[in-house]
């Protein structure tokens, strides 16, 4: 399977502030996807990264908050804006092959001070 | 809306029992479900996946058990051991849509 690398592994940020993250793979791959995990909860998913266009955002999450791009099909970034202590939380990043199922990197803990 | 869940939030298992964990969904147009495994620290690592023209499928100490007339999965793991202490999730997915829709989570304990 791919070794997906996600860029930092953890961070402490002051409230107003925004953090940019970053997903790499190391092979092309065609859907790439942003999740967030709560403190104690499940996967909730952000939006799917799509190549050279605008990502695809889920009810609730929003492209002036969350801002994703995906320049190319190895790469892509979410950026959580003006942060708040309600935004601390995993930020997961997860591709898929054809045919296969999703996997995931081991996210981006962040936390809001 | 529809949901994913699991019965029961915690599991604690002795070391060398067998573990089932449930979980119900309620999308009746789901066809494709996947038991992942998370670990602190860590993003979630695929386990097993079944599709729903199947009702059984084994892994290496691990099987899923599919009902589709109770919309209901589980995840079997043979012989529990201290490695396999984590946090599981059952995903659901529908054709070829790819997003997924996650289950609350159970943490399995093994007791040495």
């Known amino acids: 399977s791919a070794v997906i690398s996600q860029k930092p592994s953890r961070d402490i940020c002051q409230r107003g502030t925004s953090l940019t993250i970053q997903c790499q793979v190391d092979s092309q791959v065609t859907m790439m996807f942003w999740y967030r995990q709560q403190p104690g909860q499940s996967l909730t998913l952000i939006a799917t990264?799509?190549?050279?266009?605008?990502?695809?955002?889920e009810s609730g999450f929003v492209i002036d908050k969350f801002p994703i791009s995906r320049p190319n099909l190895t790469f892509s970034t979410l950026t959580v804006s003006n942060m708040s202590p309600e935004d601390s939380s995993i930020y997961l990043c997860s591709v898929k092959f054809s045919n296969q199922p999703q996997h995931f990197g081991d996210g981006t803990r962040l936390s809001i001070l | 809306g529809e949901s994913v869940g699991l019965h029961l939030p915690t599991l604690s298992v002795q070391e060398g029992d067998n573990s089932i964990i449930n979980c119900a969904y309620s999308n009746s147009a789901s066809d494709y479900f996947i038991w992942y495994k998370q670990e602190s620290g860590k993003g979630p690592q695929f386990i097993i996946d079944i599709r729903s023209n199947m009702d059984k499928r084994q892994g290496q100490r691990v099987t899923v058990l599919l009902n589709k007339t109770v919309k209901h999965l589980s995840l079997q793991i043979a012989a529990t051991q201290p490695g396999d202490s984590a946090v599981y999730f059952c995903a659901e997915t529908t054709g070829a849509n790819s997003k997924l829709t996650f289950g609350k989570g159970i943490t399995l304990s093994v007791r040495p």
């Open positions: 990264a799509n190549q050279g266009s605008e990502a695809t955002y």
